[in-house]
């Protein structure tokens, strides 16, 4: 069994930044698609970016957000940048078991337990 343990979220002012970091349990990390879904009180889980084959990135956070890995760290990270009220959410690291080249919500794997980001205006 795979732990995602996320942190790095909090209470940031419109135009600020915050960089979340997931780590992953496990010797298999590198075989791993690691990426970000956030839920907004009242709303669907959304996909915001993944990073397998290939990164992508959802229409609302492009040219903001960033997602990178550290495989030596078993860690995945999300800079967030400009962020805007819109961005508030419970943010969650996500993974699928193998390296691919799309992220749908119904076919991850592991969860982590969510961190708050909380953008004020």
């Known amino acids: 069994q795979v732990q995602l343990v996320e942190s790095g979220g909090g209470l940031v002012q419109a135009g600020g930044s915050l960089r979340l970091s997931c780590v992953a349990s496990?010797?298999?990390?590198?075989?791993?698609?690691m990426g970000w879904f956030r839920q907004a009180p009242g709303k669907e889980r959304e996909f915001v970016a993944f990073i397998g084959w290939s990164t992508l990135y959802a229409d609302s956070v492009k040219g903001r957000f960033t997602i990178s890995r550290d495989n030596t760290k078993n860690t995945v990270y999300l800079q967030m940048n400009s962020l805007k009220p819109e961005d508030t959410a419970v943010y969650y690291c996500?993974?699928?078991?193998?390296?691919?080249?799309?992220?749908?919500?119904?076919?991850?794997?592991?969860w982590g337990q969510g961190t708050q980001v909380t953008v004020s205006s």
């Open positions: 496990g010797r298999t990390f590198t075989s791993y698609t």
């Open positions: 996500a993974a699928r078991r193998s390296l691919t080249t799309d992220f749908p919500l119904e076919r991850i794997d592991y």
